[in-house]
């Protein structure tokens, strides 16, 4: 399947004023500033298929945000090469935008003051959308999301989560080949999460609709992506599948035992010392065990320890999805 994001060698610079303590410092502040440079992205490079959903993940301040603004037109880089569907976002913007939806989960694009009902029908007047696909894509979209109880409240009234829903909507009512979604589950409850989730894997299965996906969440990441691209400190340090990081940088597995008196045990195993196949002979040769179950390692932790610097990953070339 075709690439529908090329993304090579992206970097994007701030330079910031550096202030120091005390009246002395302020006074130089305002007359001879001093400035440090942050490499808020720094040499990115990933492509990704037509009807992909991609997981774009790091800490606070990795750069995320920075890439989905670049990738959807908003933001310059200072250097490297963005093409999507045959277009240069950032040049060729007004072209671009009709093929992508962009929803910022801490900046809603909906009227704070009008029913929601008229914020989705401004979309459709700046999108053009034919009132037939309009009228189609609402009608689905309001009932998968469960929207009927609060389209026609103004969005000032509106949870978090009835208003994240509203967002998403607004953004796929013109059917987008391309959708970027930054931070759409935060601080949502899990009802509503789920439904978003439910949601993003339908539209995918059913459109094709090319997703690429930032969350803090590693629920999102499980329950809808397939592919991950870890960022941090603006540099790409991990591209490949879940699975793959589970099972390459997991090095233990819980196993729940049922033993024939209906005690339940549960073992923890080094799997990086003892492989698995010898863990399970070993516990076939009891025989008191009644049933085993074993427990895959959950991706929260492995992310967490490469967040904290406990677990380095190989070098991002290796990983690189081709």
């Given at each position: 399947m075709e690439n529908i994001i090329e993304v090579g060698d992206i970097k994007k610079y701030y330079r910031i004023a550096k202030r120091g303590k005390g009246m002395t410092a302020s006074l130089k502040y305002l007359f001879n500033r001093s400035y440090e440079i942050k490499k808020a992205?720094?040499?990115?490079?990933?492509?990704?298929?037509?009807?992909?959903?991609?997981?774009?993940?790091?800490?606070?301040?990795?750069?995320?945000?920075?890439?989905?603004?670049?990738?959807?037109?908003?933001?310059?880089?200072?250097?490297?090469?963005?093409?999507?569907?045959?277009?240069?976002?950032?040049?060729?913007?007004?072209?671009?935008?009709?093929?992508?939806?962009?929803?910022?989960?801490?900046?809603?694009?909906?009227?704070?003051?009008?029913?929601?009902?008229?914020?989705?029908?401004?979309?459709?007047?700046?999108?053009?959308?034919?009132?037939?696909?309009?009228?189609?894509?609402?009608?689905?979209?309001?009932?998968?999301l469960e929207m009927e109880d609060f389209i026609n409240q103004p969005v000032r009234q509106l949870s978090l989560g009835q208003r994240m829903r509203g967002d998403i909507v607004a953004a796929l009512l013109h059917s987008p080949e391309i959708v970027f979604l930054d931070e759409p589950t935060i601080g949502l409850d899990v009802v509503a999460k789920e439904k978003i989730r439910e949601f993003i894997r339908y539209i995918n299965e059913k459109e094709q609709t090319t997703i690429l996906f930032t969350t803090h969440d590693m629920q999102d990441i499980e329950k809808v992506c397939d592919r991950l691209i870890i960022i941090d400190k603006g540099k790409k340090i991990y591209d490949g599948s879940i699975d793959q990081i589970k099972n390459k940088y997991a090095n233990s597995k819980t196993v729940e035992i049922l033993l024939e008196n209906d005690e339940k045990e549960t073992r923890t195993f080094d799997i990086s010392e003892t492989p698995m196949n010898t863990v399970m002979e070993n516990l076939f040769a009891q025989k008191n065990i009644k049933d085993i179950s074993i427990c895959e390692p959950e991706i929260d932790g492995i992310i967490r320890d490469i967040y904290e610097g406990r677990l380095v990953l190989d070098d991002p070339t290796a990983k690189e999805t081709v």
């Amino acid at each position: 399947m075709e690439n529908i994001i090329e993304v090579g060698d992206i970097k994007k610079y701030y330079r910031i004023a550096k202030r120091g303590k005390g009246m002395t410092a302020s006074l130089k502040y305002l007359f001879n500033r001093s400035y440090e440079i942050k490499k808020a992205v720094d040499t990115v490079s990933f492509s990704i298929k037509r009807g992909e959903i991609v997981g774009f993940i790091g800490p606070n301040g990795a750069g995320k945000s920075t890439t989905i603004k670049i990738l959807s037109g908003i933001l310059y880089p200072d250097a490297g090469d963005v093409t999507i569907r045959g277009y240069i976002p950032y040049k060729q913007r007004k072209q671009y935008v009709k093929h992508i939806g962009v929803v910022f989960g801490q900046k809603t694009q909906l009227n704070w003051d009008l029913p929601l009902i008229e914020s989705f029908e401004l979309m459709k007047f700046i999108y053009r959308i034919p009132q037939e696909k309009y009228e189609k894509n609402l009608s689905l979209f309001s009932k998968l999301l469960e929207m009927e109880d609060f389209i026609n409240q103004p969005v000032r009234q509106l949870s978090l989560g009835q208003r994240m829903r509203g967002d998403i909507v607004a953004a796929l009512l013109h059917s987008p080949e391309i959708v970027f979604l930054d931070e759409p589950t935060i601080g949502l409850d899990v009802v509503a999460k789920e439904k978003i989730r439910e949601f993003i894997r339908y539209i995918n299965e059913k459109e094709q609709t090319t997703i690429l996906f930032t969350t803090h969440d590693m629920q999102d990441i499980e329950k809808v992506c397939d592919r991950l691209i870890i960022i941090d400190k603006g540099k790409k340090i991990y591209d490949g599948s879940i699975d793959q990081i589970k099972n390459k940088y997991a090095n233990s597995k819980t196993v729940e035992i049922l033993l024939e008196n209906d005690e339940k045990e549960t073992r923890t195993f080094d799997i990086s010392e003892t492989p698995m196949n010898t863990v399970m002979e070993n516990l076939f040769a009891q025989k008191n065990i009644k049933d085993i179950s074993i427990c895959e390692p959950e991706i929260d932790g492995i992310i967490r320890d490469i967040y904290e610097g406990r677990l380095v990953l190989d070098d991002p070339t290796a990983k690189e999805t081709v």
